[in-house]
């Protein structure tokens, strides 16, 4: 059975940093695309960040360009999001996932955690 478990989440002041983890286990489960969302109260879930197996290709969303950056550590079968110079606009509950095929879209990924809380305070 795939199980993702996403982890790190917590209070931070503006202006400060966070890293978020995520393990991915199950037999023989060495997932391409990895990719973390979030979503804000009443707002939609939104992309965040994507990488592929290798980390060749890496895609962010506007708004976290630059201060974001997601990394894979295939070897533990992990992903990471480092999280710089945070806003509070930045406060959502931030989800791993997977799939074969890096992309934006939620429906490209099959398997998904359970959510960690962010949240920065202004």
């Known amino acids: 059975q795939v199980q993702l478990v996403d982890a790190g989440g917590g209070l931070v002041q503006a202006g400060g940093s966070l890293s978020l983890s995520c393990a991915a286990s199950?037999?023989?489960?060495?997932?391409?695309?990895m990719a973390w969302f979030r979503q804000a109260p009443g707002k939609e879930r939104e992309f965040v960040a994507t990488?592929?197996?290798?980390?060749?290709?890496?895609y962010y969303s506007e708004s976290v360009k630059g201060r974001f950056t997601i990394s894979r550590d295939n070897a533990k079968n992990m992903a990471y999001l480092q999280m710089n110079s945070l806003k509070a606009e930045d406060t959502a509950v931030y989800y791993c996932?997977?799939?074969?095929?890096?992309?934006?879209?939620?429906?490209?990924?099959?398997?998904w955690g359970q959510g960690t809380q962010v949240t920065v305070s202004s």
């Open positions: 199950g037999r023989a489960f060495s997932p391409n695309a």
């Open positions: 996932a997977a799939g074969t095929t890096p992309s934006i879209y939620e429906p490209s990924y099959a398997y």
């Open positions: 990488s592929t197996r290798s980390g060749g290709i890496t």
